[in-house]
């Protein structure tokens, strides 16, 4: 940024001499002067000055385009990002309420089975539920604990693929 502005000051300055050469060319000529004298640079140096600094804000104008272009890819990537990361915590969500409803349901059966059980009512319909929904509260884990998983490998898979790209080009 220091840059831009020391460039931007060299501009003006430059722009300020065009512009006092500018008058003094304007201005009538009442007689020529016999004796040469030295009243700064002529027109074709300032000319040429004037050029170089089109250039050079042609170059800085470049600069800023390319800047702005890597800045809007940028965001707009973070905002897809962004998007994904909604979206896998929607879905974390989704997961953790059904293991919540799963864990419930198999506290209660297991509850029932426990007062069966202890009334010496052992009833095989009571264990195939307890079962049921053991079965399903660690089949809702896994689900779940895969679904996080892969989304942990996801967020690292851009770091390794980087870090393998380094180091195949070093």
Do not use: C, H, W
Request: aromatic fraction near 0%; avoid cysteine.
């Amino acid at each position: 940024m220091m840059d831009i502005t020391e460039l931007q000051r060299r501009i003006t300055a430059a722009l300020d001499r065009i512009g006092a050469g500018v008058d003094v060319l304007e201005r009538p000529v009442a007689a020529p002067d016999p004796a040469p004298q030295d009243d700064g640079p002529s027109a074709a140096e300032v000319q040429a000055e004037l050029e170089a600094e089109r250039e050079l804000t042609a170059q800085l104008e470049e600069r800023v385009r390319a800047i702005k272009a890597r800045q809007d890819g940028r965001v707009t990537q973070l905002e897809n990002d962004l998007e994904t990361a909604r979206r896998v915590v929607a879905e974390l969500e989704e997961d953790r309420a059904r293991l919540k409803r799963v864990n419930a349901a198999l506290r209660e059966t297991s509850q029932a089975l426990r007062e069966a059980n202890a009334a010496g009512l052992a009833d095989a319909d009571l264990v195939n539920g307890a079962l049921r929904g053991e079965l399903e509260a660690l089949t809702a884990a896994r689900d779940s604990d895969r679904a996080e998983m892969e989304q942990i490998l996801g967020a690292l898979a851009p770091l390794v693929d980087g870090g393998e790209e380094r180091g195949a080009n070093a």
